[in-house]
């Protein structure tokens, strides 16, 4: 069972950019598929950006394609989300979620059995 730890959030102005990490352990971190979810307050926990096992596929929502770029490093088990042109309305809590051995993951909250804690992103105007 694999464990994920975010880090990396903070408070950026409109425009800027932050890079998150989660780091993993407990697990053959190569054999995961990664993603990243987001919560607002008020709102549904809602996708962002998804690497398949073997990062054969990556994939992101509509509302920040061209803007994030997920990557990972197998080697040192973690997973980044560079978030570049921030908008206030990326202001979110930022999750991590990973599950074992799908080339092509899910972009629902269920598909992703592990979750970190999460990190805190605030985008001011």
């Known amino acids: 069972q694999v464990q994920l730890v975010e880090s990396g959030g903070g408070l950026v102005q409109a425009g800027g950019s932050l890079r998150l990490s989660c780091a993993a352990s407990?697990?053959?971190?190569?054999?995961?598929?990664l993603a990243w979810f987001r919560q607002a307050p008020g709102k549904e926990r809602e996708f962002v950006s998804a690497?398949?096992?073997?990062?054969?596929?990556?994939y992101y929502a509509d509302s920040v394609k061209g803007r994030f770029t997920i990557s990972r490093d197998n080697a040192k088990s973690t997973v980044w989300l560079q978030m570049d042109s921030l908008k206030p309305e990326d202001t979110a809590v930022y999750y991590c979620a990973a599950i074992y051995g799908q080339g092509r993951p899910g972009r629902g909250q269920r598909d992703y059995p592990y979750w970190g804690q999460g990190t805190q992103v605030t985008v001011s105007s």
């Open positions: 690497d398949g096992w073997g990062s054969r596929i990556t």
């Open positions: 407990g697990g053959t971190f190569s054999m995961y598929a």
